[in-house]
């Protein structure tokens, strides 16, 4: 007898035992099928939701330790910028006081004030050695100034012109030491101000 097309003959070694034929029909090999095929689905899923969830603890963390890494190193970065910008700050105001106190033009009262500046401090000394630009002198000496007038009328301070002495500042010799009155030397006096 011919097999039928459905039906393939199954050669076994030993002979079979305790086997029993069990007629299932199609529709309840099928419904068995889905069921299963919907559990395997559902499996898959609740796999995929508990791999997903996973990855997301993972990511919040890894995203945490960044964040934190971030704001140690904003804590770290922010004081440095801060005495960047100080430094700036002072370098700027520096260089405009210095531009400003250069712009200003030498007059007879700005000399005369430098010289009495100077001089305030040494009322009681003897005899006093006065260095000044050339140009100041020469100005002092052609409006007839009233602190070259009092001075030299006592023969207390003698004027001299120097090379050392920019205009606008002098240097004051007495008994007991120097006063280094020079413009360029108030400005670097000014500067290590600021930055201290």
């Known amino acids: 007898m011919q097999p039928k097309p459905d039906s393939i003959p199954i050669a076994f070694v ?3 035992r305790e086997v029993q034929v069990i007629k299932v029909s199609l529709s309840e090999l ?3 099928w889905c069921l299963r095929e919907q559990e395997a ?5 609740a796999d995929g939701e508990r791999a997903l969830s996973e990855q997301l603890v993972q990511q919040r963390a890894d995203l945490r330790h960044l964040q934190n890494r971030l704001f140690v190193q904003l804590e770290n970065t922010i004081p440095q910028v801060v005495r960047d910008c ?3 700050l002072i370098g700027i105001a520096w260089e405009t006081a210095r531009k400003v106190v250069n712009s200003i033009a030498i ?5 005369e004030a430098a010289l009495e500046e100077s001089l305030v401090s040494l009322r009681q000394t003897g005899r006093v050695r006065l260095q000044l630009h050339a140009e100041d002198l020469a100005l002092l000496e ?8 009092k001075e030299l009328g006592g023969e207390r301070i003698r004027f001299e012109v120097s090379s050392e002495v920019g205009r606008g500042g002098c240097l004051v010799y007495t ?4 006063v280094d009155a020079r413009r360029e030397v108030k400005l670097e006096l000014l500067r290590q101000a ?3």
Request: net charge negative; charged share 25%; glycine share 8%.
């Open 107 to 111: 007059t007879p009262s700005i000399v």
């Open 175 to 178: 008994d007991f030491g120097t």
């Open 142 to 149: 052609g409006v007839n100034s009233p602190v070259l007038l």
């Open 14 to 16: 030993e002979a079979l």
């Open 30 to 32: 099928e419904r068995k």
């Open 41 to 45: 689905y559902a499996r898959g899923v």
């Open 194 to 196: 600021m930055e201290s």
């Open 86 to 88: 100080e430094q700036a």
